[in-house]
């Protein structure tokens, strides 16, 4: 290798990495955030010294993937969460549980649907969240209880509208050959997974329109990849 290489390529490459290496650091949003890119930073500079038998060859292949990193790191600052809204529905347990949570500690103000308000889903809500969230009686199967959640959602929220609707709302059988799922179950499927999400989309879009907002459908992965005899996967939120 020639001295060139050696010592002013080496020089160039150096400090391309640090100014490269610098930026992506400093973008970082969190101690979290900076410490999981530093760990990467230094797997990165133990692979290319693995893969080449030279520290110019080395260092050219860490410079590579901090000019990646570099490209594909995102600088852009998150949307402020002051008055924006998001009604989730299906919150006594799970996803639509832990969401509803998580984006109470954002700073949303939330509407978290349940379907039981004095359930234990319900009630560790209230003892969890801050107040910013508020639980509604919400059985999307029940159009008068959709109403009733839009009528309390609109009155909190006036003029801003809501942010995000994720219709979260779901239910399946026990995934058995489809001969045997009774049809109350295929009925209550539809009802729930499929109407009931329309019919929470139809009555809240007005609101969603007005702060020009989001709309978030949880489906099932059961649609696609299910087995033949998983009839129960085609019909639930797909």
């Known amino acids: 290798m020639s001295p060139f290489c050696c010592e002013s390529a080496w020089l160039c490459l150096a400090a391309t990495t640090a100014v490269l290496g610098g930026i992506i650091l400093s973008r970082s949003k969190s101690p979290r955030q900076l410490g999981s890119r530093v760990v990467c930073f230094a797997g990165l500079w133990g692979g290319a010294c693995l893969l080449s038998l030279s520290l110019c060859y080395s260092l ?35 996803f639509g549980h832990g969401l509803a949570k998580q984006l109470d500690k954002l700073g949303f103000t939330v509407f978290a649907g349940v379907l039981d308000e004095r359930g234990p889903g319900a009630e ?6 801050s107040k910013r969230l508020l639980v509604l009686q919400m059985d999307i199967t029940k159009l008068e209880q959709i109403k009733d959640a839009h009528s309390k959602v609109l009155e909190k929220t006036q003029d801003t509208g809501l942010w995000a609707l994720v219709n979260n709302a779901g239910v399946f059988h026990l995934p058995i050959d489809g001969e045997l799922i009774p049809m ?26 007005k702060s020009k907002g989001r709309l978030v459908n949880v489906s099932s992965m059961g649609g696609e990849p299910a087995w033949g005899t998983w009839s129960w996967g085609a019909c639930p939120k797909t």
């Open 60 to 94: 050219l292949l860490f410079s590579l993937s901090c000019f990646l990193m570099y490209m594909y790191s995102s600088d852009q600052e998150l949307l402020p969460v002051d008055q924006k809204a998001v009604l989730v529905t299906g919150t006594d347990s799970g």
């Open 124 to 129: 560790e809500l209230r003892k969890t969240c």
């Open 184 to 209: 109350s179950s295929y009925r209550k499927c539809m009802a729930v997974n499929f109407f009931g999400a329309v019919e929470v989309t139809k009555v809240f879009l007005p609101l969603l329109r």
